[in-house]
């Protein structure tokens, strides 16, 4: 199993993901030692009865209230001394009443990247911890004791206080924890691992609970999921760009390098390596036919005939080309699948512009959780070396780096982002479904001769509720600040809300570019196969037979008769000398991968489980190897 070691500094977020996902942690010596000066530090203050905030004194509102000997309180008639000091029972009652999180819990991969950033921010040395106290903290995560926090209760100021004492708690032996899969007991979670409760000391709930884990931890595993996503959604355009036939000029370097946005330029690079090898993008217009129902005397050979469609153009007359005359030196006149129009529509050709800009707004959270990796989040902060210190209050500083509206904002816009990359692939998904907008390909994929049948009408239908739903999540909950703790925390930043949204969106952003490539995946089948079974019918036939797919041309007794089928055999020879049609080799590799586990829709039938195959594939990242490994 992978090992990683904490020093408070050089924490990644691929490191974090791979302790989310099992892997152990050990505590660099060198921090150790710093963690150790610090509570030191806090000890010797507190015998010298210094006024320490969260040490000696209450929390929050009660900042203004010193700590006493004893409990008053314990001197009422039938009073239990709880046996603890006061600066010891406030810690404890620190962790104890602030656990009061509701909902589901978060999976075990968020509560284990919350544990790790935790202990990665205590190592830094300036939140007052006990070196003991840590380790039992790794030991915690390294025996597999996942704490149940439930997901909602967290304003992201004074850091994720309740869902960060979730985790305290099962360290005290209270609260409930998963062990291998069974929800149990704290205190019979650390004794099923041979672990046991710790009682806490000066400042160590505070330091425990007061700072960013839940934000960070739910934001950084979003932004790995949504790094792939984007991958995956350049890959999805690729597949429906083959599909379409398009247009690769709006790609073109030259033209990205004069609107240098990085993201953009990336995609468009992207996009152009997905695509390498395409013989179906860039084709001549006049050489793509458009689809035409099956009949039973479509095709002159059984091999053709099982195609399960027809293709066909319209020949422009002569009469219909004045004016347009050297246009039709160029482009054979033939109508068929695609129009003879210079670009694409915009959810095509503003691929780079729309995709880049999400990839620049991921890129600039993952700049801010970088930082906030290696953070100290807590509150106060220690300075135990700080050697011009007059007083303690100079040593034992109250900040706000708890507070988490950098990382509420980056998540912010990611939440404004993720719609942006749906709403462009169920655009896509659509065009490709509608029979006015898909180039000649038939209405919902699907041959639908006798009327009876609808192909992929209804999964366009699932992604535009998945759009819907995704945009109406987009509010950022960050501008809506709620003052807790009697307005001694008088704004806050929600970013643990936040962050909880980004990491449920990127999941449901997968299913749409799922449900697109299950779409694209089928158009490409069709495109391939009816520009290919024109093709083979060039090499087999002649004008007079080819002419047989070509609608509006001249009586044979007409004098123009000859002309026309001069310029059918032209569309005939040009298509007879083209090597067989494909994608390009990453996309190829991709549909591939979709054809092991979902087949070619020939006629109608159950999709539920294959438009959960589709889903799947994307989630597990499985496409998206198989077009890396294409182009590797």
């Given at each position: 199993m992978k090992h990683i070691q904490l020093d408070g500094t050089s924490l990644t977020r691929t490191q974090l993901a791979a302790v989310a996902h099992g892997a152990t942690v050990d505590l660099s010596p060198v921090a150790l030692a710093s963690v150790a000066r610090a509570a030191d530090f806090l000890a010797e203050q507190v015998s010298k009865q210094e006024p320490i905030y969260g040490v000696s004194t209450g929390f929050g509102s009660n900042a203004d209230k010193l700590l006493g000997a004893h409990r008053l309180r314990d001197a009422l008639p039938g009073a239990q001394p709880s046996g603890r000091a006061p600066g010891i029972e406030l810690q404890h009652n620190l962790i104890v009443t602030h656990a009061v999180c509701v909902g589901e819990p978060f999976a075990p991969e968020v509560v284990r990247a919350m544990l790790c950033i935790r202990i990665n921010t205590l190592l830094r040395g300036h939140s007052g911890i006990r070196v003991q106290t840590l380790q039992a903290l790794a030991d915690l995560l390294n025996a597999g004791v996942v704490p149940v926090v439930p997901q909602l209760g967290s304003v992201g100021a004074s850091g994720d206080l309740a869902p960060l004492s979730h985790l305290a708690i099962v360290l005290i032996g209270g609260g409930e924890a998963f062990v291998d899969g069974v929800r149990m007991p704290g205190g019979e979670a650390l004794a099923r691992k041979g672990l046991k409760p710790i009682d806490l000391s000066y400042k160590e709930g505070l330091a425990l609970n007061n700072g960013t884990a839940q934000m960070l931890a739910t934001g950084v595993l979003a932004v790995q999921q949504l790094e792939d996503l984007l991958d995956t959604a350049d890959l999805a355009a690729a597949m429906t760009i083959d599909a379409f036939a398009g247009r690769l000029g709006a790609f073109a370097p030259e033209v990205h390098a004069l609107r240098p946005h990085p993201g953009q330029v990336k995609t468009a690079a992207h996009l152009l390596q997905l695509?390498?090898?395409?013989?179906?993008?860039?084709?001549?217009?006049?050489?793509?036919?458009?689809?035409?129902?099956?009949?039973?005397?479509?095709?002159?050979?059984?091999?053709?005939?099982?195609?399960?469609?027809?293709?066909?153009?319209?020949?422009?007359?002569?009469?219909?080309?004045?004016?347009?005359?050297?246009?039709?030196?160029?482009?054979?006149?033939?109508?068929?699948?695609?129009?003879?129009?210079?670009?694409?529509?915009?959810?095509?050709?503003?691929?780079?512009?729309?995709?880049?800009?999400?990839?620049?707004?991921?890129?600039?959270?993952?700049?801010?959780?970088?930082?906030?990796?290696?953070?100290?989040?807590?509150?106060?902060?220690?300075?135990?070396?700080?050697?011009?210190?007059?007083?303690?209050?100079?040593?034992?500083i109250s900040a706000g780096h708890f507070h988490g509206m950098p990382l509420a904002l980056a998540m912010s816009y990611l939440k404004a982002a993720i719609p942006v990359l749906a709403s462009i692939s169920e655009r896509r998904l659509n065009k490709l479904v509608d029979p006015a907008t898909n180039d000649g390909l038939p209405a919902f994929l699907i041959g639908n001769e006798d009327g009876t049948e609808s192909g992929h009408m209804i999964v366009q239908y699932t992604a535009a509720a998945i759009v819907n739903d995704l945009a109406s999540r987009a509010m950022p909950a960050s501008v809506y600040s709620i003052p807790t703790s009697a307005n001694a925390e008088d704004h806050v930043s929600m970013g643990a809300n936040e962050a909880r949204h980004v990491l449920a969106m990127v999941g449901?952003?997968?299913?749409?570019?799922?449900?697109?490539?299950?779409?694209?995946?089928?158009?490409?089948?069709?495109?391939?196969?009816?520009?290919?079974?024109?093709?083979?019918?060039?090499?087999?036939?002649?004008?007079?037979?080819?002419?047989?797919?070509?609608?509006?041309?001249?009586?044979?007794?007409?004098?123009?008769?000859?002309?026309?089928?001069?310029?059918?055999?032209?569309?005939?020879?040009?298509?007879?000398?083209?090597?067989?049609?494909?994608?390009?080799?990453?996309?190829a590799a991709a549909h591939a991968l979709l054809r092991k586990r979902i087949p070619y829709l020939g006629r109608d039938r159950a999709l539920d489980a294959e438009v959960a195959a589709a889903v799947a594939l994307v989630a597990d990242g499985s496409v998206l190897a198989a077009a890396r490994a294409a182009w590797a």
């Open positions: 695509l390498e090898g395409s013989t179906l993008a860039n084709i001549p217009y006049h050489l793509v036919p458009k689809f035409r129902a099956w009949q039973p005397a479509s095709w002159d050979t059984p091999a053709a005939q099982a195609l399960g469609f027809d293709i066909g153009w319209d020949w422009v007359a002569f009469h219909q080309r004045h004016g347009r005359e050297k246009f039709y030196r160029r482009f054979l006149p033939f109508r068929g699948g695609k129009k003879h129009q210079p670009q694409d529509s915009y959810s095509l050709r503003c691929i780079p512009q729309v995709h880049g800009a999400v990839r620049d707004a991921l890129e600039q959270a993952k700049r801010v959780l970088d930082i906030e990796l290696n953070a100290v989040t807590d509150n106060p902060l220690v300075f135990p070396d700080k050697a011009d210190a007059a007083h303690v209050e100079e040593q034992v449901d952003l997968g299913k749409v570019l799922g449900l697109e490539l299950l779409v694209a995946a089928q158009a490409l089948d069709l495109r391939r196969d009816m520009i290919n079974a024109a093709r083979e019918l060039a090499h087999r036939s002649d004008a007079e037979g080819f002419a047989s797919k070509v609608l509006g041309g001249p009586l044979p007794e007409a004098a123009e008769r000859a002309d026309f089928l001069g310029e059918v055999d032209a569309l005939r020879a040009q298509l007879a000398e083209t090597q067989a049609f494909q994608p390009g080799k990453a996309v």
